[in-house]
């Protein structure tokens, strides 16, 4: 019998604003993680992978709203959930990472006493053994003299230290699911692969499941089991990250890969992808990517203008929203009235 999914997202749709002019930031979205697995979500800037991050959690503040579908967490549904067991969840059961530490980082608080607290409000430790545990916890991730840190305040240590603290942070209570997104962004390349070396350690040790939230390839390339990318809200391709970067089958996907630099490659001019990423807030009646897509000449321009693509299955287990892959059978059917 197959495993039960950890994380299983539903017809997820979160918007902002209401009526005509909505944003559908999140537009549809099925996907689901397993436990210890490492999904990988990228796309461009505006694509809606912060936001799909943040609806896993229920951090999406007015005017913003988690308009449709389920997050199933264990089998339990984290959008219906009451406060308290809300408030149990995080942190506990799934922890996030987010963009810019150092300004998620209290300023007047220092480090050692921002790890324990979630140890000693939601842990059960007392000040001491919290306090004990916070040290371990910084040594663990790598930062030099745990001691002396753990006094220190964020503005007296480094980006990547200040990364390292919040890596420690979420990964105190010994989550099972852990959201990171863009955990290296405004970090030099050597960092970056020191943050990302100590997320897949820890997360092994741990047996914690981890979405990586990125816009970096070479990133998911480095991390990931599967890779689910973005456009305009949507997945349009979720696959093995071996298939994905072998044969991508969506024109987008393809299109990421193109523009990425390869090590040790004499380009001279990377290959951008034309065009820019639609206006949300309108209806958009066929492909979001059509507009940009080189490949619509062999889809059938018509139907990609006109026609919002299902998702396909080129192979078990690798869905494609796109009409090139008209061929293989659908995943779903294409609700009514998509837009």
């Not at 943040?54 to 264990?74: H, K, M, N, W, Y």
């Not at 006493?113 to 007392?126: F, K, Y």
């Amino acid at each position: 019998m197959p495993e039960a999914p950890l994380l299983e997202l539903r017809g997820l749709r979160t918007q902002f604003g209401e009526g005509a002019g909505a944003v559908r930031a999140v537009n549809g979205v099925d996907l689901s993680l397993r436990a210890g697995e490492v999904l990988g979500i990228v796309g461009e800037s505006g694509c809606g992978k912060t936001v799909l991050a943040l609806s896993i959690l229920r951090l999406i503040d007015p005017p913003g709203r988690i308009a449709a579908g389920q997050v199933l967490f264990d089998g339990q549904d984290v959008l219906a959930m009451p406060p308290r067991a809300l408030t149990a969840l995080r942190g506990r059961d799934i922890a996030m990472i987010f963009q810019q530490p150092k300004a998620s980082l209290d300023p007047v608080m220092r480090i050692g006493a921002q790890i324990a607290e979630p140890l000693r409000l939601r842990g059960g430790r007392g000040r001491k053994a919290a306090w004990r545990e916070a040290v371990e916890l910084l040594a663990a991730v790598g930062l030099p003299n745990p001691d002396e840190k753990a006094r220190a305040y964020p503005h007296e240590i480094s980006g990547g230290q200040a990364q390292r603290v919040m890596i420690a942070i979420a990964l105190a209570l010994r989550p099972r699911l852990l959201i990171a997104d863009e955990p290296t962004t405004a970090l030099d390349v050597t960092v970056q692969a020191q943050i990302l070396d100590l997320l897949r350690e820890r997360c092994r040790a741990l047996g914690t499941a981890l979405i990586l939230v990125t816009h970096d390839i070479g990133v998911i390339a480095q991390m990931a089991d599967r890779v689910a990318v973005m456009y305009a809200g949507r997945v349009v391709e979720n696959a093995p990250v071996a298939e994905i970067l072998s044969r991508p089958a969506h024109p987008y996907t393809q299109g990421l890969l193109r523009s990425a630099p390869v090590m040790g490659a004499v380009q001279a001019r990377l290959r951008e992808i034309p065009g820019g990423i639609p206006d949300l807030g309108r209806p958009i009646p066929g492909c979001a990517f059509a507009p940009r897509c080189t490949s619509r000449a062999e889809a059938g321009p018509e139907r990609c203008d006109r026609q919002a693509p299902p998702s396909f299955l080129p192979q078990p287990g690798w869905q494609a929203r796109c009409w090139l892959q008209a061929g293989a059978p659908a995943a779903e059917p294409l609700p009514e009235g998509w837009s």
